[in-house]
């Protein structure tokens, strides 16, 4: 896991967040950042207690919109259009 070391703790921080985004493709994490698939699982078990990586994985296994070429084809967007404004990982409240 060589890619994540270089990253900064603000960038690990939104590799999380975008991959919990139901929305966010995997694609779009490497993309944006260089990290696999499978180095977003490890990320994700390494910053993460068990239980939530355990929850988290069983949503995105198999589902369409984490993988791209799964998903639909007018599915073009990294970020969903409901999402709300984000900086540094902190979630605007209402």
């Known amino acids: 896991m060589k890619k994540t070391q270089t990253l ?3 960038e690990e921080d939104r590799v999380v967040e975008m991959a919990w985004e139901d929305r966010t493709p995997f694609d779009a994490i490497e993309a944006q ?3 696999t698939e499978s180095e977003v699982i490890q990320l994700m078990r390494k910053t ?3 239980s939530s ?9 198999g ?4 993988h791209k070429k799964k998903g639909p084809e007018e599915m ?7 999402q709300r404004g984000i ?8």
């Open 8 to 10: 900064t703790v603000e």
């Open 48 to 50: 993460m207690k068990l």
């Open 76 to 82: 073009d967007t990294f970020k969903s259009r409901m």
């Open 33 to 35: 950042f260089g990290l």
């Open 53 to 61: 990586f355990k929850m988290w994985r069983a949503r995105v296994q």
């Open 87 to 94: 900086a540094l990982n902190k979630i605007s409240k209402r």
């Open 63 to 66: 589902r369409k919109t984490k």
